[in-house]
């Protein structure tokens, strides 16, 4: 008996294995070697508040707005919300599924002491996993900025890489076409505070140093051009260079030891120097009759690009920084100008003019694709965020100067706040990544 | 040595069953195909006949036309009969004449007849021939039929599959969200179920060497897109029962 | 006779009295008190001396000219303007301790820092031809703001061609 009930398991067990490759395959193989540069769809609820009166900030506010500006995340509209819990029991994810949400963050602000306590969640709305949750004390002054902290952990947990939300920008405002200020402001343009001023002579080109301490600018008080470093923290002022002729474009080297210029080589020779901060001394590194101004450093402090005309217009070229024999980069075009290099160190942004009109634009080094990121004809002084994902620039909008931010793919866009009539902001500069309690 | 050939008997046993299934699943086979002249209706025999109308009709009209003559020759025969009674003494040379005359037309009608005796005989022959041709042809003609039948629909099978393919990797593509950590060796590779009507019950990333972020990315691409896209035949839906899905980094245009 | 002679006298005295009373400009109201009556009674003041002008003041002198245009990223001087340098020239020649700062300008269509180096050639342009006439070089200063401090702060045409410029300031 065993015998038998032996073969006959045998027989079903070899002809289940035939069955197999016999029969046809239940699984599908399929690769994806693609995908789309669309804005993620994110909600960010608006944080409970438990304390008495209003917090001094609309936390969630300012985390949908700084992650919708990075070009990455398009955040839910409030108005647009099924519901708004403030806890994760009370979070029903077919509300969210239905909107298409990929991502939600709920929070709650509380008052502890003469300060906040804010504890934020983030959830997978299909696979309802909490990715990530923290708790944050800060101060009522800080709140804004601890928002910002806050929007820079969900950015770096989503997309990988770091934000750059707590960083700050400096850049140039103009009263009445003539009284000079020289701004620094958070990234979103809040908390702007004057650092230098001016009542009639002009301040141009300001440059963060990487420490996100200093700023170097040059400044036209004496009616001549001269570069000057200052700290931002202690408003100590030092006097760099003030020589007869141009004094200008003044750029930190990655390390901050040094300092790349445009200084007159002769009169109406503009030519790129640098400087050693330490011993102040100048090292010359265009020896051309041409116009050599706008250096920038590359990320490893190895080149300088610059503007040179040396071609008959305006194109960027590529020198060691060590001086020798420089290599025309750009092609495109009759003007590009004012390159900066981005963090990453494998596209430049740049001026670039066409028809009269200026745009700016981006160049793959390794391509050499220029793509055109704005179209608003007087777009000028790119500046790239820390983690290279935006654009700042000045650009021209009903007949006044103001800010704008770009991702660097081109498709988002935004203005930073206006201001009143008569006031015009130019030369914008975003600063480094700061360690925390800057 | 006693336990031989008990042990030997399962053995037996089992060859028998196994030779058994084989040689069911052998002759099944060749059954399969030995059903297919059942098709249609047409005896045959029909066919054949019409070919051969025309040739018998010919060979009648011989016949006839020789049948008369032999007829007339028969009448002459008569006639010289006679004529030969009645002149039987007068000339017996005569008649040895006719007779040779009459033998000589009995050796014609016999050749004749060999003649169409051996048309006869050729005709049957084709007819035979013809008969057997026709049903080989016919015969190779429907199973050439029935393979190309079958090739044509493993092919439209085929490229119904592909089609679903590409209707589910579209709809994955759409809703991937690419971060910019996506490292450029990307290759994570998810796991998925589905069940009748497309929607996805588990995706799990197997072997992946991306960052939390892509991971992320991944996993929520194929969520957003379930339902997942039907096959363009329902019956393909047990081959994509699961999914493997291999994801790599896009490549710029 | 004698009537005619005298009334022809007093015609030309009065036709010049009154010739004069209209070179008289009105100077300081405290010239001017009671309300004068009729020419013949009043004394016509004498004609005031011219005061001493200087051509950088007068607003005839072709030294009024202070500023230089320029066509759109070019820094050679256009004809037009050669009458006018020559005059600053000259003047600066003939007064060896006068000096100049020529500032240079550009319109907005442009990099801020290139549009600086742009505006300092303009600049360098009219020092150029200032020295090349003669004026010593210790006279003179430069500076280019480029497309800051416009002179019309519009976004069109008229306004950038009215920023394309080099002026010539005299330092007092």
């Known amino acids: 008996m065993t015998m038998l009930r032996n073969s006959v398991f045998l027989t079903i067990a070899v002809v289940l294995l035939l069955l197999p490759i016999a029969g046809p395959h239940a699984t599908l193989e399929i690769e994806i070697t693609s995908g789309v540069n669309t804005a993620s769809p994110i909600a960010v609820v608006p944080f409970r508040y438990d304390g008495v009166g209003q917090p001094t900030t609309d936390v969630a506010d300012v985390i949908g707005s700084d992650l919708t500006r990075s070009g990455r995340f398009k955040a839910l509209g409030v108005k647009d919300m099924l519901e708004k819990p403030t806890e994760a029991s009370a979070v029903n994810f077919n509300n969210w599924q239905v909107l298409k949400i990929n991502d939600l963050v709920i929070g709650r602000v509380k008052q502890v002491g003469g300060g906040y306590s804010v504890e934020y969640q983030v959830f997978n709305v299909y696979t309802h996993q909490q990715i990530m949750g923290y708790s944050v004390a800060t101060s009522a002054a800080r709140l804004r900025y601890t928002a910002h902290f806050i929007s820079d952990t969900i950015y770096q947990k989503l997309t990988g890489q770091r934000g750059a939300f707590t960083t700050r920008i400096a850049y140039v405002e103009i009263s009445g076409h003539e009284h000079y200020a020289l701004i620094v402001a958070d990234s979103d343009g809040y908390n702007a505070q004057p650092v230098f001023e001016s009542a009639t002579q002009p301040i141009l080109s300001p440059a963060w140093s990487p420490d996100g301490h200093q700023i170097a600018y040059v400044s036209f008080e004496n009616t001549m051009p001269a570069v000057y470093l200052q700290d931002i923290y202690s408003g100590k002022r030092e006097l760099l260079s003030r020589r007869e002729g141009i004094n200008g474009a003044p750029v930190f080297s990655p390390d901050g030891k040094s300092l790349a210029m445009t200084l007159s080589s002769s009169p109406g020779n503009p030519d790129i120097y640098v400087m050693d901060l330490a011993t102040k001394q100048l090292r010359r590194i265009t020896t051309s009759d041409a116009i050599d101004t706008e250096p920038t450093w590359s990320p490893d402090g190895q080149s300088l690009y610059f503007t040179s005309d040396r071609g008959g217009t305006p194109q960027i070229y590529k020198v060691s920084a060590k001086g020798g024999e420089p290599q025309r980069v750009t092609f495109d075009g009759s003007y590009n100008a004012d390159a900066q290099v981005s963090p990453d160190g494998r596209s430049l942004a740049m001026v670039h003019r066409d028809s009269g009109n200026l745009y700016v634009s981006v160049m793959d080094l390794a391509s050499g694709t220029l793509t055109t990121l704005t179209n608003g004809g007087l777009d000028k002084s790119p500046s790239f965020a820390p983690n290279g994902s935006m654009i700042i620039y000045a650009a021209t909008y009903h007949d006044q100067g103001v800010l704008e931010e770009v991702s660097v793919d081109g498709q988002v866009h935004e203005r930073l706040s206006e201001r009143q009539n008569g006031v015009d902001v130019h030369a914008p500069v975003w600063g480094p990544f700061l360690t925390s309690g800057q | 040595m006693d336990a031989n050939p008990h042990r030997l008997r399962p053995w037996v046993y089992s060859l028998l069953l196994h030779g058994g299934i084989v040689l069911f699943l052998v002759l099944s086979f060749h059954w399969s195909s030995s059903l297919i002249p059942s098709l249609g209706g047409h005896n045959p025999e029909a066919e054949p006949v019409k070919a051969t109308v025309v040739d018998q009709a010919l060979i009648d009209q011989q016949m006839a036309m020789l049948k008369a003559e032999q007829q007339k020759k028969q009448a002459e025969k008569q006639q010289l009969e006679q004529n030969i009674s009645s002149l039987k003494q007068q000339q017996a040379s005569a008649q040895q004449q006719l007779n040779q005359q009459v033998s000589d037309l009995q050796k014609q009608a016999q050749t004749e007849q060999d003649k169409l005796a051996k048309l006869k005989a050729q005709d049957q022959a084709l007819a035979q021939k013809q008969k057997t041709a026709d049903t080989n042809a016919r015969r190779k003609a429907l199973a050439d039929e029935i393979a190309s039948e079958e090739r044509n629909r493993d092919a439209r099978m085929a490229s119904l599959l592909q089609k679903w393919e590409a209707l589910i990797q579209q709809k994955i593509i759409n809703n991937w969200v690419v971060p910019p950590s996506t490292n450029d060796d990307l290759s994570c590779l998810v796991l998925v179920t589905q069940v009748p009507g497309g929607t996805v019950t588990n995706a799990q990333a197997s072997t992946c060497n991306g960052d939390d972020a892509v991971v992320q990315s991944i996993i929520t691409a194929v969520y957003r897109a379930s339902p997942l896209p039907a096959p363009p035949d329902p019956s393909l839906f047990y081959q994509g029962r699961t999914l493997k899905l291999t994801f790599k980094k896009p490549q710029p245009p | ?172």
């Open chain 3, 1 to 172: 006779m004698k009537m005619l002679r005298f009334g022809l006298l007093v015609l030309v005295v009065a036709l010049f009295t009154a010739g004069c009373a209209r070179n008289v400009k009105p100077v300081a109201p405290a010239a001017s008190t009671a309300p004068a009556p009729a020419a013949a009674t009043t004394q016509a003041a004498p004609p005031p001396t011219a005061p001493q002008v200087s051509p950088l003041d007068d607003p005839n002198s072709p030294l009024a000219n202070r500023t230089v245009y320029f066509d759109f990223d070019k820094s050679d001087i256009k004809p037009e303007f050669l009458d006018t340098l020559t005059a600053h020239a000259k003047y600066l020649v003939a007064n060896p301790t006068q000096k100049i700062r020529i500032e240079g300008y550009t319109d907005e269509r442009g990099t801020v820092e290139y549009n600086i180096a742009l505006g300092d050639r303009r600049a360098q342009a009219v020092r150029r031809f200032m020295l090349f006439q003669g004026v010593s070089a210790d006279q003179i200063t430069t500076v280019s703001y480029g497309e800051s401090l416009p002179a019309d702060p519009g976004h069109d045409e008229t306004a950038w061609a009215k920023n394309r410029r080099a002026i010539i300031v005299y330092i007092r």
